[in-house]
């Protein structure tokens, strides 16, 4: 039964999987020559890993739930609009966008975007609706209220939190699920740009809470500078290094009080150390602590190859969420 529905997903597929890797090219071709980055845009920044991410979002398919060619494209319509349409900021550019996509399901799949989105918005998926996780599409906008509005009260009664009343209208309850499916996957990190009260800060919690994640917050004082900031990275990289704990870094641009503390979020997000973070004494104190998960995975034991295992277990563990304002100078 099982090797035959795998097989029944395998026809339905396989006529659309070449099909998807042309239009995803295609489209890929089309954004990076249609949105370029201006001084008022200078985030359209596209390059081959947009690509990646198209299909990585595919990848989460599910052979019970994406059976059919009109599912299997509604999935690849929404990580196109996730990858690619999330990037733009005003209305005219998400039309020009769905203007994109419409010409290529035409050209590519034979399909309108009218007849796969009769309203007219991309599709929603999600991977928190059921246990075990499946990614599938959330065509019910009542139950998938009902879940957020759940998962708000949830998050309410936790223990340490400052209580958020808000008010979940679909735009809210959207957002939401692009955060989840962004940090929801391996090393997943994340930039909100929207002025202050927004709702960035309080939707970031509320996805992470979701993910089952602990959210991590600096508190910056009158005399909070570099020192102060390293040891909160510190205190980051135990929780999320040592201790293991699925954590998502939430860093607001009010909060840059130092400019170098830019420079150590880029360090994290793109090798994930941060230079002379701990002293020769610091770092002995979590060898302790790791040595002998080291030993079981065969990690050599020496110092460098201590931290880079350090390095890769926080990589794994932490989803940084960045919520800047586009207001101003200090953004470009």
């Not at 309108?112 to 019910?140: A, M, Q, W």
């Not at 503390?261 to 997000?269: G, H």
């Not at 020496?302 to 390095?311: I, K, N, R, V």
């Amino acid at each position: 039964m099982i090797n035959q529905k795998l097989q029944d997903f395998a026809e339905a597929v396989k006529p659309t999987g070449n099909v998807v890797t042309k239009a995803t090219l295609d489209v890929y071709n089309t954004v990076v020559q249609r949105f370029l980055p201006t001084p008022a845009k200078i985030h359209y920044l596209f390059n081959l890993r947009d690509i990646s991410k198209v299909f990585q979002g595919m990848l989460r398919a599910s052979k019970d739930f994406h059976d059919t060619k009109t599912s299997i494209t509604r999935l690849w319509i929404h990580e196109c609009f996730r990858v690619f349409s999330d990037r733009l900021v005003d209305t005219a550019d998400v039309e020009a966008f769905v203007g994109i996509i419409s010409d290529k399901l035409g050209s590519f799949f034979d399909l309108t975007f009218h007849n796969l989105c009769p309203n007219k918005r991309s599709p929603i998926f999600g991977d928190f609706l059921r246990e075990p996780k499946v990614y599938e599409d959330l065509t019910d906008l009542t139950v998938l209220r009902t879940a957020m509005e759940t998962a708000l009260n949830e998050y309410n009664l936790s223990p340490a939190v400052v209580p958020m009343q808000l008010v979940l209208f679909r735009e809210a309850i959207e957002h939401i699920t692009r955060i989840v499916r962004v940090i929801g996957q391996p090393r997943g990190n994340m930039l909100l740009v929207g002025i202050g009260g927004s709702g960035r800060q309080s939707l970031a919690r509320l996805a992470s809470s979701i993910c089952k994640y602990i959210t991590f917050q600096i508190e910056v004082t009158k005399h909070y500078r570099k020192q102060e900031f390293r040891d909160d990275i510190k205190r980051l990289y135990r929780q999320a290094g040592v201790e293991l704990k699925a954590t998502s870094f939430l860093f607001v641009d009010t909060q840059v009080a130092d400019e170098s503390f830019l420079e150590d979020i880029n360090n994290i997000l793109s090798s994930g150390e941060v230079p002379n973070l701990y002293t020769v004494d610091e770092f002995e104190e979590i060898q302790t602590h790791i040595i002998e998960q080291a030993r079981a995975e065969q990690v050599p034991e020496s110092s460098d190859s201590l931290f880079a295992y350090l390095t890769e277990r926080v990589r794994n563990n932490l989803h940084i969420v960045l919520c800047l304002s586009p207001v101003g100078d200090p953004f470009r």
